[in-house]
C-alpha cells in the first residue's frame, strides 16, 4: 500500500489554498495572526518612563545631599592656645566641635613613609552618634594632595573615641589638612 502523491507535485499541508492532507496524516495548526507593527508610541512610552526614574533619581540624591555642612574648615589643633582667639574663648560650633583632634602622624623609618591620620572624638551630644566627615590635604602651594572619608560609629554620650587611618601621602611638610564636610548622625 504506497500512498499516492497528488498530481502537480508535493503539496504542503497546512497552507492556505492546498489540498488537504490524506486521511490519517497530522498537519500543523495554522500559524499565528501576524502582529501589528509598534510604532513610535512604544518608544515615547519607554523613553518617558526612563526620563522620569532619572529625574526621579536626580531629586533624591539632591535632597539627601543637602543637609549637610559643606563649609571647608582647618582641622582641629590639639594645643589648648587656638582655642583663644584675641583674648577670648572661642565656643563651640555645634556638632563640629566634637572632633577634637584631627592630624598626620610621620611614623616613616628607614626611607620607608608610613603616614597616618589620626582622629579624637568627644560625643557632646545625649545620644549615641556616628560621625562621618571628608576631609584634604593641601600642600603649600594650595595643590590638593591627597584627600578622603572617614567614619567612626556608636560613640556613647560623653564617650571620647580615638581612631587612625593609613594615608598615600608621601610626606607631611607643608601639608595642612582641611575637612570639608562634617555630619553627625544619631546611632540605631
Not at 539632591?62 to 587656638?82: C, H, L, M, N, Y
Amino acid at each position: 500500500m504506497a500512498a499516492s502523491e497528488p498530481s502537480g507535485g508535493s503539496s504542503r499541508w497546512g497552507s492556505p489554498g492546498q489540498a488537504s492532507p490524506p486521511p490519517g496524516q497530522w498537519t500543523s495548526p495554522p500559524g499565528p495572526p501576524q502582529k501589528k507593527r509598534r510604532g513610535r508610541g512604544c518608544l515615547w512610552g519607554c523613553a518617558g518612563a526612563l526620563a522620569a526614574v532619572v529625574v526621579i533619581v536626580i531629586v533624591v540624591l539632591v535632597i539627601a545631599s543637602g543637609d549637610k555642612d559643606e563649609g571647608t574648615t582647618s582641622a582641629p589643633s590639639t594645643s589648648p592656645t587656638a582655642k583663644k582667639q584675641q583674648g577670648r574663648t572661642q565656643e563651640p560650633e555645634g556638632e563640629r566641635a566634637d572632633l577634637v583632634s584631627f592630624r598626620l602622624d610621620d611614623r616613616s623609618q628607614a626611607g620607608i613613609t608610613d603616614i597616618w591620620l589620626v582622629w579624637t572624638i568627644k560625643n557632646s551630644s545625649s545620644a549615641k552618634s556616628d560621625y562621618s566627615w571628608d576631609w584634604e590635604a593641601v600642600d603649600a602651594d594650595g595643590t590638593r594632595v591627597g584627600d578622603g572619608s572617614e567614619f567612626e560609629t556608636n560613640v556613647q554620650p560623653g564617650q571620647t573615641a580615638r581612631g587612625e587611618f593609613f594615608t598615600t601621602l608621601k610626606s607631611v611638610k607643608g601639608i595642612k589638612l582641611n575637612v570639608t564636610s562634617f555630619d553627625r548622625t544619631a546611632s540605631y
